[in-house]
C-alpha cells in the first residue's frame, strides 16, 4: 500500500533531515513536508509541502481530510532554552499542538504516529550516569515537563484508542544540513561552523558539562528503525531511551583540535543554558531500543568530528 506521510516542523533540525531520508525511502512525492512558514531549503522544496499550524485546528484538520496520511512525524516544538523565555507559549505548543494530532490521528486512522520526546524529560533526582527507561523524573524545564506529559498522552492513546504512536527521547542532536532550534544542546553544532568560520569559539555550557548527544545519522535511522520495527515488538509506549554519545565541551573542543589544530575554545559565565543542562543526565542507557528494536549505534565523538567537519567543509547548505 502507498504510504502518505506529513512530517509537521519540518523545516526544524530533525524534520529537514527526516524529510531528506523518507523521500528516499518512500518518494519524493509521499512525503508532505509542513511547517508554519514557507522555506527556501533545497531538501524542503524537492517535494510536496503544506502550511501548518499545529495550533489551528481547522488548517490542521483540512491537511488530515486532504492526504489522509498513513504515518504522521510531529516534529514542531519549543525547545528548552527559548521554553524557558517563553514558558506559557511553548507548553502550548508543545501540549495542545500534540492533542490535535493525536485526535485526528484517531479520526482518520492514521496507521503510525512518531513524536520526539528528549533527555530533558529526566531532572535534578533522576541518576546522572546511565539514566534508566524506567526513574525518578522531575524535569523542572517547561520543555522537559511538557515532553514528559506527552509521553504519558501517547501512552494514554496507544492504550484507549489503539493509536499506534512511538517515540524517542533524543539526546541532544549534531548535524551539518540543518541549524539546531533553539536548544540547551546547540553548542555543539554552533561550535564547528565557528571552528571552520574563525577557529574559535565560546560555549555557553561549561567545560566539564558532560551530556548525552547523537550524530543526526544515528537519530534519523533509529527514528525509521523504530517506526519500521514491528507493532507487537514494542514493549514501551512513552518513550525509548535513546543513549548516543556523552561528552563535555571540553572532550568535544579536544576532538575538533585534532583536526583543526589552531581552534581555541573559551567559556562564558552564567549563561541560564547552563543551570538546565545541570538537570539533565550525563549519559543514558538504552538497552530497551537494544531489546525492542535492536538498535545499534554507528557513530562516536572521533567520527561524528571528522563526518562534522568533512561535510561542513563542502557543504551547500551552510546555515551559521
Ligand atoms: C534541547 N536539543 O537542547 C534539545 C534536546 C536533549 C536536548 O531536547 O532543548
Not at 511547517?35 to 484538520?61: A, Q, S, W, Y
Not at 492514521?110 to 526513574?135: D, L, M, R, Y
Request: aromatic content about 10%; some cysteine; overall charge negative.
Amino acid at each position: 500500500m502507498n504510504e502518505t506521510i506529513i512530517v509537521i516542523g519540518s523545516n526544524g533540525q530533525i524534520g529537514t533531515e527526516l524529510v531528506m531520508n523518507l523521500r528516499a525511502k518512500y518518494g519524493n512525492d509521499q512525503v508532505i513536508a509542513s511547517d508554519i512558514r514557507n522555506t527556501d531549503h533545497p531538501i524542503i522544496n524537492e517535494g510536496p509541502f503544506e502550511l501548518v499550524n499545529v495550533l489551528d485546528k481547522d488548517n490542521l484538520h483540512k491537511v488530515f481530510e486532504k492526504h489522509r496520511p498513513t504515518q504522521v512525524y510531529l516534529l514542531a516544538a519549543i525547545l528548552s532554552a527559548v521554553g524557558e523565555q517563553k514558558p506559557k507559549l511553548a507548553w502550548d505548543l508543545n501540549m495542545t499542538g500534540l492533542i490535535h494530532i493525536l485526535d485526528f490521528a484517531v479520526e482518520f486512522k492514521t496507521a503510525k504516529v512518531f513524536w520526539p520526546s528528549s533527555i530533558a524529560v529526566f531532572g535534578p533526582h533522576s541518576p546522572k550516569e546511565n539514566t534508566p527507561q524506567f526513574c525518578i523524573m522531575d524535569p523542572n524545564s517547561v520543555y522537559g515537563f511538557s515532553k514528559l506529559a506527552g509521553e504519558r498522552w501517547c501512552e494514554y492513546y496507544f492504550t484507549k484508542y489503539g493509536l499506534d504512536v512511538r517515540s524517542i527521547r533524543y539526546p541532544g542532536l549534531i548535524g551539518w544540513r540543518s541549524e539546531p532550534g533553539g536548544g540547551t544542546t546547540d553548542y555543539a553544532v554552533n561550535i564547528f561552523h565557528k571552528a571552520l568560520a574563525n577557529g574559535k569559539y565560546e560555549s555557553f555550557l561549561s567545560a566539564d558539562t558532560a551530556l548525552p548527544m547523537m550524530y543526526m545519522e544515528d537519530a534519523i535511522r533509529a527514528t525509521i528503525s523504530l517506526m519500521d520495527a514491528p507493532a507487537e515488538n514494542l514493549t514501551i509506549r512513552s518513550s525509548y531511551n535513546l543513549g548516543g554519545i556523552s561528552f563535555t565541551p571540553a572532550q568535544l573542543s579536544a576532538e575538533i583540535k585534532k583536526h583543526i589544530p589552531n581552534f581555541e575554545i573559551s567559556y562564558s559565565e552564567h549563561d541560564p543554558r547552563q543551570a538546565i543542562a545541570d538537570s539533565w543526565p550525563k549519559s543514558i542507557d538504552d538497552t530497551y531500543a537494544q531489546n525492542d528494536w535492536d538498535w545499534k549505534q554507528k557513530f562516536d565523538l572521533s567520527s561524528m568530528t571528522a563526518d562534522m567537519l568533512k561535510n561542513l567543509k563542502g557543504s551547500i547548505h551552510k546555515t551559521i
